[in-house]
């Protein structure tokens, strides 16, 4: 009898045994993802001697693009200047740590050089041809979550004109290009919304009129009575690739792509002449905090 449920027992025990084992071979086993040591080189940088900015991804895809001031030319002194974004360059990176060797390719192009700084805020490396060296510093990082609010922040693009708006509080949104003191707003409102990972959508809408009577007492000119308004609708699908704070200066910086329709109509309102307009399809854009003057 003894002997008879000591066999029981072992049998419980094998098929116990047994039971574990089978669980644990059919849980999926996930393996962390190797890190690449390209990503050392991810985030937002300022090249040496350059009005380009780096945004390399996490995977050493590079994107150069500038941000620039456009001074704008005009006989009243009633709008600000411009802000301009452009994609000036993309290119590969691959690192090999064993030897300190950097391969760019652009297009079918190769070059390689040799990495003799890199540390969390610099890199600097040699082109093994030309010997030509480009130190990198870090200013940011890349996205990986669009911002919660875009409030306070100037969304800059090609075209200045129609991109150009200021986001504030509660759903307002102004344009950014005229002063606000020869303005009259009739519609200003807006929506943003995150989406996954680094992704957002936003639209807008912003009607006003250049009040001749205010361009005038603006700037003291009686023969300066502009009458126009603009009525621009826009609609974007945005995806944010790199983050800038300026802890000295206390401003924020965004680059990113957008996708999407802005439609302008611009109406002569002297002559009754109405202009519309449509910009469509993917374009880079910045969205940073205004010059402390020009908010």
Same mark, same amino acid.
Request: hydrophobic share 35%.
């Given at each position: ?11 419980l025990?094998?098929l116990?045994?047994?039971f ?19 990503r050392?080189?991810e985030g937002h ?6 009005p380009?900015q ?6 050493g ?8 001031y ?8 009633i709008?600000?200047?411009?802000v ?6 993309e290119?590969k990176?691959d690192f090999?740590?064993e030897d300190s060797?950097?391969?760019?390719t652009?297009? *079918?192009q ?8 890199? *540390? ?5 490396f040699?082109?093994?041809e030309?010997e ?6 870090k200013?940011?990082?890349c996205?990986t979550?669009?911002?919660? $609010?875009?409030e306070n922040?100037y969304?800059?693009?090609?075209r200045?004109?129609v991109h150009g708006m200021?986001?504030?509080?509660a ?9 606000e003191?020869?303005?009259d707003?009739e519609? $200003? ?7 996954d990972?680094?992704?957002a959508?936003?639209?807008y ?8 009577n205010k361009?005038?007492?603006y ?6 009575g502009?009458?126009?308004?603009f ?6 699908d945005?995806?944010?690739?790199s983050?800038v ?9 965004y680059t990113?792509e957008?996708?999407?329709?802005v ?15 449509e ?17």
């Open positions: 009898m003894k002997l008879l449920k000591l066999i029981k027992l072992s049998s025990s094998i116990m045994c047994a574990v084992c089978c669980s644990d071979s059919d849980e999926p086993k996930t393996e962390p993802e190797p890190e690449l040591p390209i050392a080189f940088w300022i090249k040496n001697a350059s380009y780096w945004i390399i991804d996490k995977n895809d590079v994107k150069t693009v500038s941000i620039e456009v001074i704008s030319i005009s006989s009243l002194d709008n600000r200047d411009s301009r974004v452009k994609v000036n360059n290119f990176l090999m740590p060797i950097l391969t760019i652009e297009g *079918e190769k070059s390689q050089a040799l990495v003799t700084t890199l *540390e969390p805020v610099l890199i600097t040699t082109d093994l030309t030509k060296e480009t130190k990198l510093r200013r940011g990082v996205c979550a669009a911002p919660k $609010s875009i922040l969304l800059a693009a090609h200045y004109k200021l986001f504030r509080s759903g307002e949104v102004l344009q950014y290009y005229y002063y003191e020869v303005l707003y519609i $200003s409102e807006y929506t943003y919304q995150p989406g990972d680094n992704t959508h936003l639209k809408h912003v009607k006003y009129r250049i009040n001749p361009v005038i007492s700037t003291g000119n009686p023969n300066a502009i009458d126009i308004t009525d621009i609708q826009g609609e974007l945005m995806t944010f690739w983050y704070y300026d802890e000295k200066y206390k401003t924020e910086l990113g957008f996708d999407g329709k439609t302008s109509i611009v109406t002569n309102n002297r002559t009754g002449k109405v202009t519309t307009s910009i469509t399809g993917v374009k880079p854009f910045a969205m940073m905090t205004p010059d402390e003057d020009e908010e």
